[in-house]
């Protein structure tokens, strides 16, 4: 539909015909229940404080709306202070704020979140290589901690909807639950930054004084979290009972290996459970200890929050020094030496 608009009142009437009914919308009352479309009002997206001890003395302050400009206006110092050749970057991660106008949407229209972000300065002449590296790198930091990569999705961002910074942007998205939402951005920001900024470069071998040009790889940190455990979610049935557990990639599971004694009151086998979880905590520090409840009660505690390993002492750990080890995914079990189970564990967790 298509319709000229030149005065506010059109503006609400075509409003009344595509976002509510007529009936509703004669209810809701007057226009001046509604924020005038075409008044050229602008809304602040920045937190807004003061700092100063003393009232009428304090200078305005601004929460950071994102990581970037603290990275660029440190450029002078990392390059006086560790003189790196290009290409090099600097990272950051931390909370940012921005007032959104209507939070919504759960964590994707809120106003703190966390990002994480690299500015990785270089040649013009060489953007296209530099973009195209971090856009691999992406992928492969996306398989690397177990999101699904059928689930990501590349999105062009359109010359009009690109960013007044950028030349090109690319958006990952994921396939959430809920529908379709970003997670990570990758952005060509050319010199934009560091012009503003008036900071510029000097190569030592060229003996010539420039602005670099930046790549921008974004990531969201809550984001990554969220799009880790929707992916790692799964339902099954195990012994003749449903289960939920998380299939977290081993490498990123919070507890990597859970060793229990098969009774909590046979003074033998907790005391050899003990001695097998001293053992693996040496190399594998994410690591828990649990007497508590029958074996299969404490097996579905594990899979619950991704385990991929459970090692259980019992009666025959006594006779011949080997455990019993279950896998979280397929609820195999296997019996493996004592001596052996540091580097069977290690050997899987890669």
Partial sequence: MEKFVSSREDM?????????????????????????PLDGKKFNTMFKSEAGARKGETTNVYLRPELAQGMFVNFKNIVDSFHPNLPFGIAQIGKCFRNEISPR???????????????????????????????????????????????????????EELAHYSKRTIDFEFDFPFGKKELYGLAYRTDYDLANHKLNYYDEETKKTFIPHVIEPTFGADRTMLAILTGAYAEDELGGEKRVFLKLKPRIAPVKVAVFPLLKNKAKLVEKAREVYKMIKVAIPQLMFDDNGNIGKRYRRQDEIGTPFCVTVDFETLENDTVTVRGRDTGEQQRVGAKELLEYIRERLK
Avoid: C, Q
Wanted: no cysteine; proline share 1%; hydrophobic share 40%.
């Fill in 105 to 159: 949407d759960f964590l994707f229209r809120v106003r703190e979140f966390n990002l994480m972000e690299f500015e990785y300065f270089i040649l013009e002449k060489e953007w296209e290589k530099h973009f195209e590296y971090w856009r691999k790198e992406m992928w492969d930091w996306i398989k690397e901690i177990g999101i699904n990569k059928d689930k990501v999705h590349e999105s062009e961002v359109s010359k």
């Fill in 12 to 36: 609400y009437g075509l409003a009344s015909t595509i976002i509510m009914p007529e009936s509703v919308w004669a209810a809701s009352g007057h226009l001046e229940n509604f924020t005038d």
